[in-house]
């Protein structure tokens, strides 16, 4: 026999309904089944069947009901009066509820666990066992007690089936269906997410802004609060542009579709009572994940190396039969529509390519410099996510400075290192960080292994966190003075090109945009002088702001003085990366920067510097080069200028300008700016 209550309450035996008559009758046979066995007390029969207004001869009626249905279900099912109420028993009957749960509790095990064909079948097949509203047929007393919680579970259940989906690449399928349930669910922030995030993977960014807009209203009119941490993580990603989908886990989870197809759990595992095997975890191969297209762009030269020497790098041959097993990945998700750096990521390629036949084996080290917003992660994680497939063995990726700038204790770094490649340190070694790097190079040496430092403060946080071994590399993001501990291979990266930073803005803000005002693009970019997380910023606002014209935005940000508070969205803001960036520098260096921000935009000379400092010229040579190294100043060769061909000049990146002018300091008088030329 079938028992159901996902719909209306039906009992079927052979295909042919049973005729339980009237709402009574119904709703007798859901409060028992939703007791699961356990004794349902007279009072609470009667509370469900009358309400607050029970008839005098409510104990009579009840076991009239329960006589009735007694009759109509026997032999399969069996009703039992135990004081002080009654009990069903259901055999071997199939009871929709029942299965339900099963089948929702181990899809979320499996999308726990990451297997997630599974879990979509799982939760798909659960939730196939809805056939309409719920207890459409019982008293309003027991529909107003029950439904809420089933509905919040059904809804639930939904949230998990989408991630599963989104998890394997099928948001082309399931905008829609999300679009609806967005419209019936408005305050279920998580759906709303989702719903972003299967937007933007299909090149909507513009309609998953709006949907994150709509969704901060609806929760400030209806509840007056502000989104939760979930949703405003979704939206910050959208602006970052890191929503995009991981193709080495749809390829895993499509691999193992062939196992575990979908609706396969909920067929197979159907037993007494709707009883539930999940079984085994299906093998997941570890397959390498395929490269992402090489954008177009141009190179600003390499510290150590010139730029040919790094140009046109052929790409390594994929690593064959890696071994299966859970090798780490650890690296941040992708930029979704990165461009440019074509010659810079060249450059890198090399670095992570194997050696050649008859090739020395090193090292293969490469620390990546710039200023603040210059795009230094995005660049190191994108050449990551590109040569994952020549490091069989996983990537490592750690963060060395915290939320408060202050760096991070590399024994910590260590101990999530060795857990995540198989082998926790124990626990008389976490606080030993000669013992933790000597397991940690134990572990490292010999294996084909990528490690991203990012953030990296100084050489004493990231020396014990270098892999061992000539087959492994790394990738640290951090100032010049690292290359002491990383070698000689500098990447220096500068501002973005015209073409470039076009190009950057069009795939944020989208092509429609820039197209239609070409030269209002043009000056946005002129605005944003070369700098992705400015361009991001101005892309993600006319994306968010389909009312307003390009010129609208190139105007505002014409106005030098309100610059930097137009380049701010969210929780994306130049003037305040500028400003942790200078706060990890020392007290002198942001005092002479401020001071020598009085020679504006210009290019200036090491004597003029002296003049503006009143210092002798090899002194204030000395003090702007390392300025220049920690990517505070950009040092240029002017020929013919300042002096001759032979000449060093140095001048501001606009934005760092417009912020550094703001800081608080004494600056020359007019006179000796006079004096400096």
Known sequence: MDLQLLGPVEATREGARVALSGTKMHTLLAALLLARGRVVPDTRLSRLLWGADPPATMSAQ???????????LEPEVTLERRAPGYAIKTGTSRVDILEYERLDRTGRQALQEHRYAEAAGLLRGALELWQGPMLVNVTEFLAEEEIPQWEEERAATLENRMEADLALGRHPEIVAELTRLVADFPLRERMRAQLMTALYRCGRQADALHVFHEGRSVLADELGVDPGSGLKAAHQALLCATLDLDPQTVRRATASLSAAPAHAGARAARGPQGATDPGAAPAHARVPGPRSPEPAGAVRPVR????????????????????????????????????????????????????????????????????????????????????????????????????????????????????ALGTPAPESAVHDLEELVRIYRTRTAGRHLLVLLDNAPDGAEIAPLLPAGPHAAALVVGHVHLAVETGPLTLALGPMNAAESLALLTATAGRARTTAEPAAARLIVEHCAGMPLALRIAGARLAARPHWSVARLAQRLADEPTRLEELAFGELDVAGSLAGWLRRTDTESRELLARLSVLGARPFSAASAATVLGLPVRRAEDL???????????????????????????????????????????RPVRATLAQAG
Do not use: N
């Not at 702007?624 to 100043?633: H, I, S, T």
């Open 62 to 72: 009840i076991y009239t009901y329960v006589s009735r249905l007694r009759k109509l």
């Open 304 to 419: 150590g190396e010139t730029a040919a020497t790094w140009a046109d790098v052929p790409r390594a041959t994929s690593t064959e039969g890696a071994p299966a097993g859970a090798a780490p990945f650890m690296p941040p998700p992708d930029i979704a529509g990165f461009t440019g750096r074509a010659r810079e990521l060249a450059a890198l390629r090399r670095v992570l390519a194997p050696a050649g036949p008859g090739e020395p084996a090193g090292p293969r080290r490469c620390l990546i410099t710039g200023m603040a917003g210059i795009g230094k992660t995005a660049l190191a994680v994108h050449a990551a996510h590109a040569a994952r497939e020549e490091f069989a063995d996983g990537q490592l990726y750690a963060d060395l400075t915290g939320p408060d700038g202050a760096p991070k204790d590399p024994r910590g770094v260590l101990a999530r290192f060795l857990r």
């Open 624 to 666: 702007v080069e390392r300025l220049a190294d920690g990517a505070l100043l950009e040092p240029v060769r002017s020929p013919g200028v300042l002096g001759g061909p032979s000449a060093h000049a140095f001048h501001f990146h606009p934005l760092v300008l417009l912020h550094v002018q703001s800081l608080p300091v004494e």
